[in-house]
Every structure is written in C-alpha cells, then in structure tokens.
C-alpha cells in the first residue's frame, strides 16, 4: 500500500536504479518525489487543522475532537510506525490557528486530561527530539520514517515554513544537519524494512482505489483547493488558506482587543 501512495513501482525502480521509493528520496532524481511529500504533508496537515477549526458546535465537542485527533498521533506513532503521518497531524495541532484556541484546550485538560498530557508530556517532546535529531525511531516497528528534515534539507528552498528548522541554530546546527543526512543514509538501505513492516501492519486489509485516492496529493490538493486552484503556484494558495484558517480560528474564539 505504501509503495502505491508513494507511487514507485517496480518498473520505476529498475529505471532509476534504486531498490525503494526510500532510496529515491535521498538522490538527485528523487526531487518530484520530495516535492510531492513535502506537498501532501502540507495539505493533510491543513485538513487536520480545517476538521478542528470547522467544528462550531460546543468548546466541549471541539475539545472531544482535539483528543480525537491526538488520539490518532498516538496511534501513527506508536502502534503504526508512521512518522510522515504524525508529523501531519502534530504540524495541524501546533499550527497557530490551533494552538491560539485557549478555551480549547482548557476544556480539553479539563475533560480529557489524560490526552493532554499525552500530547504535552509525550508527543510533543518526541516529535522536537525527533527534528532536533536527538532521538530515532525503533526500527522493528517502524514502517515509514522520519523524512521531513531531509526533505527539508534537500529541497530547503520550496520549504514554506522558512527560519523554522532546528539547524538554523548557530549552535546545534551543524550537528542536527550532520545527523539527519546520516540517518538519510540509513533510511535508504532499509527501504526493504519498512516495507516489510507495513505489510505486517497492514495484513488483512484490503485496499481499495477508491481509498488510495484519498492519500493522493493530487486528490487532497484538488479538494482543498478545487482544480483551477490547485494549478496556482504554492505561495498564493498557503496564503490564501492561511487566511481561511485564521478566520475560522477568529470566529470561534475571538482574539482579545488590547485596550
């Protein structure tokens, strides 16, 4: 299933002389696959970010749903494996639109205290350790690695969130660079063990085109965007729906006025 949403095949990868879409990431000829990742990372963080800001209902039912979705980085860490997929959902849950609801989240300590100190205790350290390269994933259970500092770092001019990354630091930089292009070394021989670990994951179930469609980053950028939308150059179309989501964040609470 992976290799079908990453769209490497078999005659892909003879022609290009790489034994997985992992290996792919790290050379030269890999760019329209980073740039794709690097796009659909984006677009399922932001519908991750549209679920909870286009939620309306009570601060009660916002807060169920913000459990819901830490619930689920939990689960793509943990029992998964998937680190592109709670990368996605922890860039949707610290996104400022998100993370400004203060009523929010107090209603979510105050109800489900147990998955806000999962998201503060545990996910979120795990997730900066993990960028700032001062842990790794275990490999026995990992079936999609940690690939957005190298992507990143190879395509670090198509990145939006500019300024953002841990190797900007004058002080930890070098080292942070120097891990994740080692660890980009390490991902692209075990392309076999990550596979092997998704089937396992994944035995039993059936995929469906209809529900590989849904991981296509043509598929998400045509419904966020429509068609026409989804042609614009990537600048215009972050701006304009970073405008959308502070709206929604804006109308569910408010910002205070300073006096």
């Known amino acids: 299933m992976v290799a079908k949403i990453l769209g490497v095949t078999p005659e892909v990868q003879r022609m290009m002389g790489v034994?997985?879409?992992m290996e792919l990431l790290t050379l030269p000829h890999g760019q329209k696959l980073r740039l794709d990742l690097l796009e659909r990372l984006q677009t399922m963080s932001?519908?991750?970010a549209v679920d909870v800001l286009g939620c309306t209902g009570t601060t009660e039912?916002?807060?169920g749903l913000l459990h819901k979705i830490i619930q689920i980085a939990a689960e793509l860490k943990s029992t998964m494996g998937n680190m592109f997929g709670f990368t996605a959902v922890m860039r949707a849950l610290e996104l400022p639109q998100v993370s400004r609801l203060e009523q929010t989240w107090t209603a979510l300590r105050q109800r489900h205290t147990e998955g806000a100190i999962l998201y503060d205790k545990t996910l979120r350290p795990f997730m900066k350790s993990l960028n700032d390269g001062r842990e790794?994933?275990?490999l026995s259970n990992t079936s999609f690695p940690h690939v957005l500092p190298l992507l990143s770092l190879l395509e670090q001019s198509i990145v939006a969130d500019e300024g953002t990354d841990p190797w900007e630091s004058t002080e930890v930089g070098v080292d942070v660079v120097m891990f994740h292009l080692g660890a980009a070394r390490t991902i692209a021989q075990l392309?076999?063990?990550y596979r092997s670990n998704a089937e396992s994951k994944l035995q039993g179930f059936q995929d469906q085109a209809e529900l590989l469609e849904l991981f296509l980053t043509d598929f998400q950028m045509r419904l966020l965007w429509?068609?026409?939308g989804a042609e614009e150059?990537?600048?215009p179309r972050y701006a304009k729906f970073d405008q959308v989501l502070t709206a929604l964040s804006n109308r569910l609470e408010p910002p205070v006025r300073s006096r």
Do not use: D, K, N
């Open 19 to 21: 034994s997985s879409g």
């Open 233 to 235: 150059g990537q600048v």
């Open 226 to 228: 429509g068609s026409r």
């Open 136 to 138: 790794s994933c275990p």
């Open 46 to 48: 932001i519908m991750f």
């Open 191 to 193: 392309g076999g063990i």
């Open 61 to 63: 039912e916002r807060a």
